[in-house]
């Protein structure tokens, strides 16, 4: 990891005196990742809203929005995603998705999500542009904000009249998964209608001849066509489709620099797959930063997260397929999003939550991560669909060891039970920046994922430190880290009296120091072991300020 400082010097009669401040380093285990659907967040450009004909009556949530890139770059401007402590924003896919629909008793559907791709080398234009991506980027790298996009290799989009299948020697489209072993659940189709990339075969395919007529129609066929030879020049790979796909994909690294991808439907394609993107994700990413030394924002590797639908975080390194486990982390993964935070945050006490994953994160997967969420896109069993508990589902969340996955709306109560839609579309409603704007309630909501986020954001001890209990009531507990010359101690207290309160501090700080309570503003000093705060909150964090 690259540590940087930054040298002020300070001049006086005598003789000059140079002060090191360090800078707190980003690490992804514990970063503060936000996950939007491109289309819900935020419309930043309305003349795209509609393209490819796309105009036929959609079941409720099921079609375009309007939400785009430039609505994104809008709100990271607006200092939106920095006051939430935000240091990552994954986006679903911009790739550009199939023109027609589909309907499939939801009621007619486009591809607004993002995982109906069509052409994985162009950018869907009610998304925006290439050069909206070039913006978003540059912009949220100055404001320290890596960009992950998402990443489909296992299927197309659905057939439609306007999106033919693709050639036989590219995709299957039975039998359906049953998802009983292995074979059933990585040689087989999804769902009905969403043809499987033939990822296991290893023998040459020519491009998809309605993919050749497109880029022949748009005049960029020959230059596709050159850089195709260019990659499997270089690699040796057969013309298989996945290395097509996966040449497409890294060209996102290669162009704009994104850090990194989250991969979609893990476990429904091969594990050698993950472990041949990787190497070219790695291959891409040290390029780009090689070659745009002035864009480097630190040593970081290119991070691969994966979904593997299902996955636990009590699994370790293993996920059970029936007849076969798998270990995805081996020379893939960085990390897996964790299923299990939603379940055990409501049926266990929270340090028992708490100490589950520092267990595990500094045994079985130590150099390694979990994803953390307890909202999502497609899980309809989330940890508080109808929003009760807001203020616990930030503590559970932003405080847990791992990376924190904050769900668009998350922050501001987003309803995720929306009246006459059918499936995972009551999860996706647009973000609610009405309320943010005009409601107390939400305001106040808002604000407390604030504090916590940037607490968590300035101190990676959070999500990527070891967890010690102090007391279990009050419920009060540590967290440290440090790596080469950077160390990081804080001081938690959750559901504690109002008031006047006491903490006992005495495992990390000394008589004497000087602590904040970042969450009231207070600060405080060392007294036998203990501080006082006394604030109208229930909760305190605190840090060392001298």
């Not at 709100?75 to 309907?103: C, R, S």
């Not at 969340?397 to 009246?419: F, H, K, M, N």
Request: proline share 4%.
């Amino acid at each position: 990891m690259l540590f940087i400082s930054v040298m002020i010097l300070s001049c006086n009669n005598k003789n000059d005196v140079v002060k090191e401040i360090s800078k707190t380093p980003f690490i992804w285990e514990s970063a503060n990742i936000y996950f939007l659907l491109t289309d819900r967040f935020n419309n930043g450009d309305t003349t795209n809203d509609i393209n490819f004909d796309r105009v036929s009556e959609t079941g409720k949530l099921r079609g375009f929005e309007g939400g785009d890139i430039k609505g994104i770059t809008q709100k990271i401007k607006e200092g939106y995603f920095t006051d939430l402590g935000i240091n990552a924003i994954w986006m679903t896919p911009i790739v550009e998705q199939i023109h027609g629909f589909t309907d499939e008793g939801t009621g007619v559907s486009y591809g607004f999500h993002g995982y109906w791709a069509s052409d994985w080398t162009a950018i869907d234009p009610n998304f925006g542009t290439k050069e909206d991506l070039h913006e978003l980027v540059e912009i949220a790298h100055q404001n320290g904000i890596r960009v992950l996009l998402d990443a489909v290799i296992n299927h197309t989009g659905p057939v439609t009249d306007k999106d033919p299948v693709w050639p036989e020697d590219w995709v299957r489209t039975e039998p359906t998964c049953t998802f009983k072993s292995y074979e059933t659940t990585t040689t087989c189709t999804l769902v009905d209608n969403l043809p499987d990339i033939k990822t296991e075969r290893n023998d040459a395919v020519k491009l998809p001849p309605s993919l050749e007529v497109k880029w022949i129609l748009e005049g960029r066929h020959e230059q596709e066509m050159k850089e195709l030879d260019d990659f499997f020049a270089r690699t040796g790979y057969p013309r298989a489709p996945r290395f097509y796909i996966m040449k497409w994909l890294t060209d996102y690294i290669t162009e704009f620099g994104i850090d990194g991808y989250r991969v979609d439907t893990v476990k429904h394609t091969e594990e050698f797959v993950w472990q041949e993107f990787k190497k070219e994700c790695d291959f891409a990413f040290n390029n780009y930063k090689k070659n745009n030394p002035e864009k480097v924002l630190d040593d970081n590797d290119f991070y691969l997260v994966g979904e593997v639908y299902n996955y636990n975080i009590s699994s370790g390194k293993f996920f059970d397929l029936g007849d076969k486990k798998v270990n995805y982390f081996e020379n893939a993964f960085q990390s897996l999003i964790n299923f299990e935070l939603k379940s055990s945050a409501a049926q266990r006490p929270i340090e028992q939550v708490f100490k589950t994953h520092r267990d595990i994160l500094n045994t079985e997967l130590k150099e390694y991560g979990v994803l953390n969420y307890l909202s999502s896109h497609d899980d309809g069993q989330p940890f508080d669909a109808a929003r009760d508990k807001p203020f616990e589902t930030a503590n559970i969340l932003l405080l847990c060891p791992g990376t924190s996955q904050i769900y668009y709306g998350d922050e501001s109560a987003r309803s995720l039970i929306v009246e006459e839609t059918v499936g995972d579309a009551t999860l996706r409603s647009n973000m609610n920046w009405d309320a943010i704007q005009n409601n107390p309630e939400t305001k106040a909501i808002l604000h407390h994922w604030q504090k916590l986020g940037q607490f968590r954001a300035n101190h990676p001890a959070i999500g990527a430190g070891i967890h010690q209990m102090i007391t279990e009531k009050p419920y009060t507990f540590y967290r440290s880290y440090s790596t080469n010359n950077f160390e990081d101690l804080v001081v938690v207290g959750l559901y504690l009296p109002e008031g006047k309160k006491t903490i006992d501090v005495s495992k990390l700080f000394k008589d004497g120091d000087d602590l904040l309570d970042v969450y009231s503003g207070i600060s405080t000093h060392v007294k036998n072991g203990k501080v006082i705060i006394n604030s109208d909150f229930d909760i305190v964090l605190l840090e060392k300020t001298n």
